[in-house]
């Protein structure tokens, strides 16, 4: 104690790679909780996450397990090796494709995938490519890991998308290319076709694809295509968190090529130990309950719709293809340059949760924002009203 005197307060160092900014999403979750505690009235269209949580059948389940193992002790760092057949089992059903199970690996949400997958492929100083706007955590992990961001702007002329020949226009180098088909914060999905020529412009290259097909399973027209279909390369994460309602329960998992599963398994043996273990019952049994699950996406449909036919009632009247997943991305130059503040008075005044596109897209995300619509279909309604009484 005595030496720690000798110590300013805010004298040492802090890591430079660590200077990342804040989620702003989570930031106004955290200022919605604590305002609805306290007893506001709001309508939640910020955070993405599904209003609903998993079957109540599955749950039980996942209760029997703790009754009949209180211990819940470690498991295998990759995952369950039942749970792992299970999640091959799924691909085989939902996709038509074979996924050995010993190429999945099992993480704390996609959120670890992501860790675990970057540092096995990439260097300190790799550049690793993202398509703005974007979920933003790919540019903050891989600017903590000191790998380089390297963003290439996307439009609606190619429904904010990337394709093989905006890749090819950019101008830009890369080891790496991350695509998310449904897209955070868009909505949006690549065509028929274009995951295949974008896996072949990356094999021509010596590009590694990273696919986040963290939105597959909420789609409304058409089922999105795994890059597992089209790349042997490829890193693919998922995640238990959207179409299977699990949120908290922090699983996802990884489907990983030949090359990179013994790092990635030794990786999470030492960053992890292992994945939540009564996640892990809880996602083997949630495979029995789809038909509940796909119940949720005709919810989020009904909302979808709604949406798209109130929003330019309330003045939105540029907004994205919403494919897929739960949100629109609505461009509102006309209304505020300040996407911030626009959200923050929308907040005070209509009492309604969205979340501002800087967190997306740091050079044009002050003239968007991104609505989620996984709520309750009244609340999606009564959220509509009070935009509709706002705007004027
Ligand atoms: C595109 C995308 N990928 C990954 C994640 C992370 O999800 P989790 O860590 O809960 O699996 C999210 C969360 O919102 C997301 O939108």
Redesign the pocket.
């Known amino acids: 104690m005595k030496n720690q005197r000798l110590i300013k307060p805010g004298s040492l160092k802090v890591s430079g790679r660590s200077d990342i900014p804040m989620f702003r999403?989570l930031d106004i979750l955290r200022e919605v909780n604590e305002r609805t505690a306290k007893g506001e009235d709001i309508r939640r269209m910020g955070?993405?996450?599904p209003n609903v949580g998993a079957p109540p059948e599955a749950l039980e389940y996942a209760i029997s397990m703790i009754k009949s193992d209180p211990r819940q002790g470690y498991t295998e760092a990759v995952g369950m090796p039942s749970l792992s057949e299970r999640i091959a089992g799924y691909y085989k059903d939902y996709y038509g494709t074979v996924v050995n199970p010993r190429n999945i690996v099992v993480?704390?949400?996609?959120?670890?995938?992501?860790i675990l997958s970057f540092l096995a492929a990439f260097d300190a100083h790799d550049r690793v490519a993202i398509c703005t706007p974007t979920?933003p955590?790919?540019r903050n992990i891989l600017t903590a890991l000191n790998i380089t961001p390297i963003e290439i702007e996307t439009t609606p002329r190619t429904n904010y998308q990337p394709t093989a020949e905006l890749l090819d226009q950019c101008g830009k180098d890369f080891e790496g290319l991350i695509i998310?088909s449904p897209?955070?914060?868009t909505g949006t999905m690549l065509p028929p076709g274009e995951m295949e020529k974008i896996a072949n412009w990356c094999a021509l290259r010596g590009v590694r694809l990273v696919s986040?097909e963290?939105?597959h399973g909420i789609t409304y027209d058409r089922k999105a295509e795994t890059a597992v279909k089209f790349s042997e390369s490829a890193i693919v994460?998922?995640?238990?968190?959207?179409y299977f309602a699990m949120?908290g329960w922090?699983?996802?998992w990884l489907v990983l090529p030949d090359d990179l599963t013994d790092r990635v398994k030794k990786l999470s043996e030492n960053l992890f130990v292992s994945p939540p273990t009564i996640s892990q019952h809880l996602a083997y049994k949630i495979f029995d309950h789809l038909d509940e699950l796909n119940a949720y996406v005709e919810t989020y449909r009904k909302n979808r719709e709604i949406l798209l036919s109130e929003l330019p009632k309330a003045g939105f009247t540029s907004i994205s293809n919403a494919d897929g997943?739960f949100y629109v991305y609505a461009d509102v130059h006309h209304l505020t340059n300040d996407s911030e503040d626009y959200c923050h008075r929308m907040l005070n005044e209509a009492k309604v949760s969205t979340t501002p596109g800087l967190d997306f897209d740091v050079t044009r995300g002050h003239g968007t924002i991104r609505i989620c619509y996984a709520d309750k279909t009244e609340d999606i309604v009564e959220a509509c009203e009070r935009l509709k009484k706002w705007q004027g």
């Not at 704390?108 to 995938?113: A, H, K, L, R």
């Not at 994460?237 to 959207?242: D, M, P, V």
Request: glycine share 16%; proline share 3%.
């Open positions: 999403a955070a993405g996450q993480t704390t949400g996609s959120s670890g995938g992501f979920y955590a790919y998310n897209s955070n914060p986040d963290a939105y994460l998922n995640t238990f968190s959207k949120t922090r699983l996802g997943a």
